[in-house]
């Protein structure tokens, strides 16, 4: 997940751009090429009304952009213009622009009907495109993913297509590499091939229902293309049976971007709400609808590269980042309204010459190609880890096991990364994991890998570059006190093992090695000493691992093939095991695919929908009474959980029908299964001068146990709610979750009973009721004492147990509830009588207090003071 961190970056988009040597024409090429960048510095559109627009390359690296009669290329890390390609006479104007999937064609679309095809060339060697002089001899410092330096880069334009029969064109879409281009125009959507050849035609109205409405934009979803039309309408139409349907109805649309990661199209619409769609068995139906937090036009909208988040940008000049399933992460406001947002660093262009650059910091929740370490032990969970461009954050989460005074345990603890390796293959950060006792935390970017320990700062990297270059990590976790990397290395799939406990640098000779059999990991998981992998050729291979300190053993078990699984493999965020007491007979997975979470058989293939809405996915491993695991997750706006306990797997059940919903304030990102609590990071921000806006990460905490007892004892479960409530009696909130847990079930009173049943079991039982019926408006204390055998007999019982103060607390309640001075008289009396032989002097002063307060004279007082007399009477 994403938020925002204080600082933005301002980028002016007129840089001036390398002096490049011109690069040789093609042969065979006939017309004359417009002049290309000379050094001048660029002139960006002149007013501010014109709008230009903008393709990110495919690799995520390159940004193209198009103004009337100009094409720009741009390099994002770092941010300069590489090159400019400046038409002389242009017949019409450019309307869009859009890359070879290879990222070395641009294909520009104008209004003539002409399609330029424009090569970009150069790159393969560095090139020092801005040259700075200095009186003295001068180093510079580079950044986070920058030095491989300026790539010298240029375009050429190597001939025009002419589609102009069809009608003036409209926008393009880059289809696949085999498929080519989609042009539309005003009549018909046009298909031609990446070599020229136009292809197969479809008229605009076997879209759309208004003649009269034109294109604005397409999208590419699977074998399906959403169509964006002027009136606000967008239509989605299938390629393969032809059949239509329109989405957001009732709604006007004004953009629509669509994550192939998650499988969710967002449509944002004029009133400034957003709407989400998911796919399911290839259609889209809507999974959430968010009403306009800023009430304007969503102008842009852009999936973050991993599908965990998207942005948004409002006419407003707002910017909000929201979660996949729509829960708002954070909200900025830049200087005018953005017409293209791009990620990496989250970029947002303006109208005009300049854009700005929002630093963002991430919570690594698992994703495709990536392993949920954080989600396979439960030890792991209690930590939140967040990264940033260059930092890692890390909070132990210590909500209630903190020492008093220990405010360190309950702040953030920075780390700054190496910066050798951050610029040149460690940015972005794609892995992140934590160790179990959070000493280490292991990152991984594009190629390489680097271990940190937090005590002393130390990172330790592999022990040359070539090292660095050959690996590439697809998934990381902890595994004891090894680092588990499952990568390439050299193209060659492997697992490997590096010690926590060597010195020096990491070292790809000395790790330990297992080969994958040739095939490419997609994700890896691991609970106790079992690792699964998922693989490229759609087997789970199980491995079991034996570590003591830093000697390792690992043996391959078995691979189960889930090739049958009805489950696009593409999207699959997570694989992990669900744990059971037969694992080696039935093999059950669990599969977060998209927005999807499933429970896979290995052996039937048969998959069990658990939810349609889940974005991220926890597994508490650790034993509760009778439950053997707990399964999270969050849908953007509730945190649910299934119970697994053990009697369930031995009897072939999947998972026990116990499911509890909690609203947290906050965004989770982990479970402290050992405290009953779900952590999450919020946004927070403050005003200084009310000008300058600074964003702050809390992190909160909520306790989910008494949702979890509440939703066991509904369904009929009092021994295993017993069980579980028992595991947590020795933390020092546990009466106050109780009292919750009580409070809650006021209204129900069948519920009432079984809660009042389970809390008789437990120490801080009469606490409890006092403390809830205190805090309780008095017309729910009938219901609740006719559980517990009235109100006397409660106060009968305090009193045999010897809770004084309890007891105490309780003549308000007799006071309300029994009827006539002669029935609560004689309690009031005995407890008196009780209190003076503790010698508890300041509950003495309270009952005679609430003697005074209720008697009716003087007299009435001194007749009950009067029995008091004797051995032990109050001087």
């Known amino acids: 997940m994403y938020w925002r961190l204080n600082c933005a970056e301002h980028l002016v988009l007129g840089h001036e751009a390398p002096k490049l040597p011109k690069p040789q024409r093609a042969p065979g090429l006939t017309r ?12 960006m559109p002149a007013t501010q009304s014109e709008q230009m627009k903008w ?105 025009t297509l002419l589609v102009e029969e069809h009608g003036s064109p409209l926008c393009a879409l880059a289809l696949p590499l085999d498929d080519g281009v989609q042009v539309a125009t005003r009549s018909r959507i046009v298909r031609i091939a990446w070599d020229g050849l ?58 629509v971007a669509y994550s192939a990661m998650s499988g969710i199209l967002a449509v944002g619409t004029r009133a400034g709400g957003m709407l989400l769609f998911a796919e399911q068995a290839g259609l889209l139906r809507e999974t959430r609808h968010l009403r306009g937090m800023q009430s304007s036009a969503i102008t842009a909208l852009a999936w973050s590269p991993d599908g965990h988040a998207i942005a948004c940008a409002h006419r407003s000049g707002h910017v909000t980042v929201r979660s996949a399933l729509g829960y708002e992460l954070s909200t900025s406001r830049v200087r005018s309204p953005a017409w293209f947002l791009c990620w990496g660093r989250l970029r947002v262009f303006v109208m005009g010459h300049t854009a700005d650059a929002l630093p963002l910091v991430r919570a690594s929740l698992g994703c495709a190609g990536a392993a949920a370490a954080a989600a396979a032990v439960a030890s792991e969970a209690t930590r939140v880890c967040l990264v940033s461009d260059d930092k890692l954050l890390l909070h132990d989460c210590g909500f209630g096991v903190a020492a008093p005074g220990d405010v360190a345990a309950l702040q953030w603890r920075v780390v700054q990364m190496p910066g050798a390796y951050m610029a040149m293959w460690g940015w972005p950060p794609e892995h992140t994991a934590v160790s179990g006792d959070g000493l280490h935390v292991a990152v991984a970017g594009r ?61 790809l000779d000395t790790a330990h090695a297992e080969a994958l059999g040739g095939v490419a990991p997609l994700c890896v998981s691991c609970h106790d000493a079992l690792l699964l992998v998922l693989c490229a050729d759609l087997r789970v291979r199980q491995y079991d691992v034996f570590a003591q300190g830093d000697s390792l053993r690992v043996s391959f078990s078995r691979s189960v093939d889930v090739r049958g699984a009805n489950v696009c493999w593409r999207r699959v965020r997570s694989l992990q095991w669900v744990p059971g007491a037969r694992f080696d007979r039935r093999p059950m997975f669990l599969v977060h695919e998209g927005a999807r979470l499933c429970v896979l058989d290995g052996l039937t293939q048969e998959v069990r929908v658990l939810a349609e809405r889940a974005e991220h996915v926890i597994i508490s491993g650790v034993h509760f009474g009778n439950m053997h695991s707990t399964v999270w997750w969050f849908t953007g706006s509730e945190l649910c959980a299934a119970l697994i306990s053990l ?27 050992d405290r009953g609590m779900a952590v999450g990071v919020d946004q927070d921000w403050t005003l200084e001068e009310g000008v300058v806006g600074l964003a702050h990460l809390p992190v909160r905490a909520k306790l989910y146990l008494p949702s979890v007892l509440e939703r066991m004892l509904s369904l009929g479960f009092e021994q295993d709610a017993l069980l579980y409530a028992a595991c947590f009696e020795h933390l020092d909130f546990f009466g106050h979750a109780m009292e919750i847990l009580l409070h809650e079930s006021l209204e129900q009173r069948e519920l009432l009973r079984r809660v009042v049943s389970m809390l008789e079991n437990f120490q801080c039982f009469y606490e409890v009721v006092v403390h809830c019926a205190r805090k309780t408006e008095a017309a729910f204390w009938p219901c609740l004492f006719e559980c517990l055998g009235g109100s006397e007999e409660f106060f009968q019982r305090c009193l045999a147990a010897g809770k004084l103060e309890t007891a105490t607390q309780c003549l308000i309640i007799l006071q309300t509830l ?58």
């Open 647 to 673: 009697e369930d797997f031995m009897d072939g059940s999947a998972t026990m029908d116990v499911r509890m919903h909690v609203r947290p304030e906050f965004y989770p990102v982990a479970i402290a299964a």
């Open 198 to 255: 136009i292809g197969h035609t479809m008229v605009v109205g076997e879209v759309a229902e208004d003649p009269l409405a034109q294109l604005v934009c397409m999208v590419g979803v699977e074998q399906q293309r959403a169509y964006l039309f002027s009136d606000g309408s967008l239509w989605v139409h299938s390629a393969d049976t032809g059949a239509r349907s329109q989405l957001a109805a009732g709604h006007v649309a004004t953009s």
């Open 447 to 507: 190629r390489g890998l680097a271990v940190v320990s937090i005590k002393t700062g130390a990172w330790r990297l592999l022990r040359t570059r070539q090292q660095e270059a050959s690996l590439r990590v697809s998934g990381l976790l902890w595994l004891g006190n090894h680092v588990v990397a499952a990568c390439t290395v050299d193209g060659l799939p492997q697992l490997l093992f590096f010690a926590r406990g060597s010195r020096g640098a990491l070292d």
């Open 32 to 43: 004359q090429r417009s002049s290309t960048y000379s050094g001048t510095s660029p002139t």
């Open 818 to 875: 029994l009827e006539g001075r002669e029935v609560i008289e004689p309690n009031v009396l005995l407890l008196l009588r009780r209190v003076v032989e503790a010698e508890n002097r300041s509950l003495c002063v309270e009952i005679l207090r609430f003697i005074k307060m209720t008697a009716e004279s003087d007299t009435t007082m001194r007749t009950m003071l009067g029995r008091l007399r004797g051995p032990n009477s109050i001087s």
């Open 55 to 159: 393709a990110m390359g495919p690799s995520g690296r390159l940004l193209a952009g198009i103004s009337s009669q100009t094409v720009y290329l741009w390099q994002l890390q770092p941010f300069v213009l590489l090159s400019k390609l400046e038409y002389d006479e242009v017949d019409g104007s450019m309307v869009d622009v859009v890359w070879h999937p290879r990222e070395h064609l641009l294909w520009v679309v104008l209004t003539s009907g002409q399609v330029y095809e424009v090569s970009v060339v150069g790159g393969s060697e560095q090139q020092q495109a801005l040259e700075y002089r200095f009186r003295t001899e001068h180093y510079w410092a580079q950044g986070v993913g920058e030095e491989g330096g300026i790539r010298g880069r240029s375009m050429v334009h190597e001939r």
